[in-house]
């Protein structure tokens, strides 16, 4: 009650809740986990509620909040193992989500940019930190690196990209289903495969052996495929039970992960049936949980469970990272400060020398390449789960666990920044990567000499599901149909349809003239302002209709003043897809109020076909 007392005193001076009687104090003596929880909890809400109104990642607040409250600040905590406790289920069902995030039949999908880039990235990045210590050390500037695994965890910190404040920042700009999102993602899953790799060989480090890596990828296997079997006969059904009780999803889900991490804990002892004593397949609690979420990803309850499972998980992952932040010792040299640094200066430099050339050179065009890479220029979450990991071993010092978490901190403040000026950086330096060989991709020779009666600008949903039902409905329109986007890898899929294309910024006045859009007859702008990055759809229609003084200019808005605006800029035709959705709803209403629904639908599947047998370009 007294270290309550005290820390509202220090947060609230003025407030004198705290006068109770001893005899009353007494009666309400708190356990100390329960202590803990709340004064961990309280001082993060407050100074989470201090960094979100100035735009700092929350992440940082509950470090800062661990720092605080820990043994080298305000010393608030009774037991720190308490904290320890519970981060631990943070950790797990954080991993847990994450599997259950992972589509792997869509990741094989994805093309070979992400796929090649997500497999050599990572060890090429520890490569570059690897080299880049010893290179230091050799020329006598390592300040405070220098031992034995050093140079290896320095390469692991800055080979990985924060999961969960990139992802954030995407979903809450809505761009997570763009270009440059998906490659954040798809890199993403594969740097947190890559860190549950070397988290599963970080305990063999200091005796390395071959056997025993073998017979932990051996009870991988084993426990990934008794819960893909499980997933794919039991759960289903025990979900299907708990479906009518909304409120159940949680506890099955938790439940689920629960018996995964349990089993895979225990797996020693069916080795040890079939292999003898010396074999060792348990599998680490956070891969359990991964491989828990993995198989379960496939049900039909998955959003429903993610939601839930969220809710719990924050709350955890909350403890989790306060936790870290009071693993961290006093400051009690500069060369922690140096390492921290050094750690953020390379992590952005190998965005720029490792994941920008991978990206371009697998075939992803500079502009997507260059934000994607921007955009990942932080250290992950995962690098303090392996630096916490790493100090529990004895592999890095506590000054270096530390000097990641001072990185992790500086490149999280970093990031909403670099997020918001990704495409404003790209136009800086696109000049010195065009002169440099990083060429922007050129226009398809065989249809450069040829126009279009009609452009559109930008490849997004709509032009996709347009094109579509133009090629099923008006083939004959295909041919005239000419396609200016910047995202090359969608140019083959858009050629084959039998529609012209052309690599082209849209926010380049020169691109749009060169690219034939004076001589259309019809222009569409189909991407919302959303989505559109240095334009608008009111610019858009300015530029055009000062090119083009003839054209049809269709374009789209997302506010009613919004249109208003486009309109005065020169459009000739505004849709809004809110309005639109509405009216069709409202004739659906309508139609099933006079009970012809069935055959409204049998006639628009008649006419446009089911929607999942659409072979659109966007799935």
Same mark, same amino acid.
């Given at each position: 009650?007294?270290?309550?007392?005290?820390?509202?005193?220090?947060?609230?001076?003025?407030?004198?809740?705290?006068?109770?009687?001893?005899?009353?104090?007494?009666?309400?003596?708190?356990?100390?986990?329960?202590?803990?929880?709340?004064?961990?909890?309280?001082?993060?809400?407050?100074?989470?509620?201090?960094?979100?109104?100035?735009?700092?990642?929350?992440?940082?607040?509950?470090?800062?909040?661990?720092?605080?409250?820990?043994?080298?600040?305000?010393?608030?905590?009774?037991?720190?193992?308490?904290?320890?406790?519970?981060?631990?289920?943070?950790? %797990?069902?954080?991993?847990?989500?994450?599997?259950?995030?992972?589509?792997?039949?869509?990741?094989?999908?994805?093309?070979?940019?992400?796929?090649?880039?997500?497999?050599?990235?990572?060890?090429?990045?520890?490569?570059?930190?690897?080299?880049?210590?010893?290179?230091?050390?050799?020329?006598?500037?390592?300040?405070?690196?220098?031992?034995?695994?050093?140079? #290896?965890?320095?390469?692991?910190?800055?080979?990985?990209?924060?999961?969960?404040?990139?992802?954030?920042?995407?979903?809450?700009?809505?761009?997570?289903?763009?270009?440059?999102?998906?490659?954040?993602?798809?890199?993403?899953?594969?740097?947190?495969?890559?860190?549950?790799?070397? %988290?599963?060989?970080?305990?063999?480090?200091?005796?390395?052996?071959?056997?025993?890596?073998?017979?932990?990828?051996?009870?991988?296997?084993?426990?990934?495929?008794?819960?893909?079997?499980?997933?794919?006969?039991?759960?289903?059904?025990?979900?299907?039970?708990?479906?009518?009780?909304?409120?159940?999803?949680?506890?099955?889900?938790?439940?689920?992960?629960?018996?995964?991490?349990?089993?895979?804990?225990?797996?020693?002892?069916?080795?040890?049936?079939?292999?003898?004593?010396? $074999? *060792?397949?348990?599998?680490?609690?956070?891969?359990?949980?991964?491989?828990?979420?993995?198989?379960?990803?496939? #049900?039909?309850?998955?959003?429903?469970?993610?939601?839930?499972?969220?809710?719990?998980?924050?709350?955890?992952?909350?403890?989790?990272?306060?936790?870290?932040?009071?693993?961290?010792?006093?400051?009690?040299?500069?060369?922690?400060?140096?390492?921290?640094?050094?750690?953020? =200066?390379?992590?952005?430099?190998?965005?720029?020398?490792?994941?920008?050339?991978?990206?371009?050179?697998?075939?992803?065009?500079?502009?997507?390449?260059?934000?994607?890479?921007?955009?990942?220029?932080?250290?992950?979450?995962?690098?303090?789960?392996?630096?916490?990991?790493?100090?529990?071993?004895?592999?890095?010092?506590?000054?270096?666990? $530390?000097?990641?978490?001072?990185?992790?901190?500086?490149?999280?403040? &970093?990031?909403?920044?670099?997020?918001?000026?990704?495409?404003?950086?790209?136009?800086?330096?696109?000049?010195? &990567?065009?002169?440099?060989?990083?060429?922007?991709?050129?226009?398809?020779?065989?249809?450069?000499?040829?126009?279009?009666?009609?452009?559109?600008?930008?490849?997004?949903?709509?032009?996709?599901?347009? &094109?579509?039902?133009?090629?099923? *409905?008006?083939?004959?329109?295909?041919?005239?149909?000419?396609?200016?986007?910047?995202?090359?890898?969608?140019?083959?899929?858009?050629?084959? #349809?039998?529609?012209?294309?052309?690599?082209?910024?849209?926010?380049?006045?020169?691109?749009?003239?060169?690219?034939?859009?004076?001589?259309?007859?019809?222009?569409?702008?189909?991407?919302?302002?959303?989505?559109?990055?240095?334009?608008?759809?009111?610019?858009?229609?300015?530029?055009?209709?000062?090119?083009?003084?003839?054209?049809?200019?269709?374009?789209?808005?997302?506010?009613?003043?919004?249109?208003?605006? =486009?309109?005065?800029?020169?459009?000739?035709?505004?849709?809004?897809?809110?309005?639109?959705?509405?009216?069709?709803?409202?004739?659906? %209403?309508?139609?099933?109020?006079?009970?012809?629904?069935?055959?409204?639908?049998?006639?628009?599947?008649?006419?446009?076909?089911?929607?999942?047998?659409?072979?659109?370009?966007?799935?």
């Amino acid at each position: 009650m007294r270290r309550t007392c005290k820390v509202i005193s220090v947060l609230v001076p003025g407030l004198l809740f705290c006068s109770l009687s001893p005899a009353y104090a007494a009666s309400a003596e708190m356990p100390t986990l329960v202590h803990d929880i709340g004064i961990s909890i309280l001082v993060a809400s407050i100074l989470s509620i201090i960094f979100v109104r100035f735009k700092i990642p929350s992440i940082a607040a509950f470090l800062l909040c661990g720092i605080l409250i820990g043994p080298i600040g305000l010393k608030l905590i009774t037991e720190p193992a308490n904290i320890d406790t519970i981060s631990e289920l943070g950790f %797990i069902l954080l991993l847990f989500l994450i599997g259950m995030e992972i589509d792997l039949r869509r990741m094989l999908r994805s093309g070979k940019m992400i796929l090649i880039t997500g497999v050599l990235q990572y060890p090429i990045t520890v490569l570059f930190g690897f080299l880049v210590v010893n290179g230091l050390v050799s020329a006598g500037l390592s300040s405070g690196l220098g031992d034995t695994y050093d140079a #290896l965890y320095f390469g692991i910190f800055i080979a990985g990209s924060s999961t969960l404040l990139v992802i954030k920042l995407f979903q809450e700009n809505y761009e997570l289903d763009t270009e440059p999102g998906r490659i954040a993602l798809g890199l993403l899953v594969f740097q947190d495969i890559w860190a549950v790799i070397f %988290i599963i060989v970080q305990p063999t480090l200091a005796a390395p052996s071959l056997v025993p890596v073998l017979m932990t990828f051996v009870g991988i296997a084993l426990l990934a495929s008794v819960s893909y079997f499980l997933a794919k006969s039991l759960v289903p059904l025990v979900f299907k039970w708990l479906a009518k009780e909304p409120q159940l999803i949680l506890v099955g889900a938790i439940g689920w992960c629960f018996s995964i991490v349990f089993l895979g804990s225990n797996l020693d002892y069916a080795g040890s049936f079939l292999f003898g004593e010396s $074999s *060792h397949f348990s599998v680490d609690t956070g891969m359990s949980a991964l491989i828990a979420g993995l198989t379960v990803a496939a #049900l039909p309850y998955n959003r429903e469970i993610i939601a839930k499972v969220g809710i719990v998980r924050d709350f955890f992952v909350t403890l989790f990272f306060v936790g870290l932040g009071m693993s961290i010792p006093p400051i009690e040299n500069v060369s922690v400060v140096l390492i921290a640094l050094g750690l953020a =200066v390379f992590a952005v430099l190998s965005r720029q020398l490792i994941f920008f050339p991978l990206l371009y050179f697998t075939g992803g065009d500079q502009r997507h390449a260059q934000v994607a890479s921007i955009r990942l220029a932080q250290i992950s979450e995962f690098g303090l789960v392996i630096a916490y990991l790493g100090t529990h071993y004895g592999h890095i010092s506590n000054e270096l666990s $530390s000097s990641i978490v001072f990185a992790f901190i500086l490149t999280a403040l &970093l990031t909403p920044l670099l997020y918001k000026y990704a495409y404003e950086i790209h136009r800086k330096v696109a000049p010195f &990567l065009q002169m440099i060989g990083f060429k922007e991709p050129a226009g398809d020779d065989q249809q450069s000499g040829m126009d279009y009666d009609i452009v559109l600008l930008g490849f997004h949903r709509v032009a996709s599901s347009l &094109l579509h039902d133009i090629a099923k *409905h008006k083939p004959e329109l295909v041919s005239r149909i000419l396609v200016v986007d910047f995202n090359v890898q969608l140019h083959p899929a858009i050629r084959e #349809l039998g529609a012209g294309v052309r690599y082209g910024d849209l926010s380049n006045d020169e691109i749009l003239l060169n690219a034939g859009v004076g001589k259309a007859k019809v222009v569409i702008a189909t991407i919302p302002d959303d989505i559109l990055r240095g334009t608008s759809n009111k610019k858009l229609v300015q530029t055009v209709r000062r090119i083009n003084q003839k054209a049809i200019i269709i374009a789209n808005a997302e506010e009613m003043s919004s249109a208003q605006a =486009v309109y005065a800029n020169g459009a000739d035709y505004v849709y809004m897809s809110r309005i639109d959705t509405a009216r069709a709803l409202e004739n659906i %209403i309508t139609r099933t109020l006079d009970g012809v629904l069935q055959d409204y639908r049998h006639e628009e599947e008649t006419l446009h076909g089911l929607h999942h047998e659409r072979t659109e370009i966007l799935k």
